[in-house]
């Protein structure tokens, strides 16, 4: 198979197992990463094909945005600071993000979108803050004293 600068490409075929989507998605994040422009042909099947077996696979909708950032970094082998990167956040606001005390911005929702290949409204549903007398909607009883 060529590419549009008669360069061979890799032939990559339909995913059929986890282990071949995490290699897929390890290639696609070195493509991206390259300096090298010629590729985009290979990124673009690779991107086709990972959103194939995430629509198939994963239920990425039904999930709370925080969840979502979490399934995404544990399925992408991202850690926090790679996150922080992504997001150009520190470390104390993507603690808060992660832990459901601050909500997630425009831009951080668009950073999102962007990196994983993912419609911002799954990043832009509602989901509950936790608060001092509140963790995800559930009160927190107080001892009577």
């Known amino acids: 198979m060529m590419n549009s600068k008669n360069k061979p490409m890799t032939s990559f075929k339909i995913i059929k197992s986890h282990q ?8 696609l994040k070195k493509l991206w990463e390259s300096p090298d422009n010629s590729n985009e042909d290979e990124r673009e099947l690779l991107e086709l ?16 945005p925080i969840e979502l950032i979490k399934f995404l970094m544990e399925n992408h082998n ?3 600071l790679q996150m922080m990167e992504i997001l150009q956040i520190n470390k104390a606001t993507l603690s808060k993000i ?8 425009k831009e951080s929702i668009r ?22 007398n509140t963790i995800k909607n ?5 001892n009577k004293t």
Do not use: C
Not at 98 to 105: D, P, Q, R, T, V
Not at 111 to 132: C, G, H, I, W
């Open 138 to 142: 559930k009160p927190i009883k107080k």
């Open 20 to 27: 071949q989507y995490l290699a897929y998605s390890a290639q």
């Open 78 to 80: 991202l850690n926090r």
């Open 49 to 64: 094909l990972i959103d194939t077996w995430e629509k198939a696979h994963f239920t990425l909708n039904q999930e709370d």
């Open 98 to 105: 992660l832990n459901y005390k601050k909500g997630l911005s």
């Open 111 to 132: 950073k999102l979108s962007a990196y994983f290949n993912v419609s911002q409204e799954a990043f832009n549903r509602p989901y509950l803050m936790q608060t001092d």
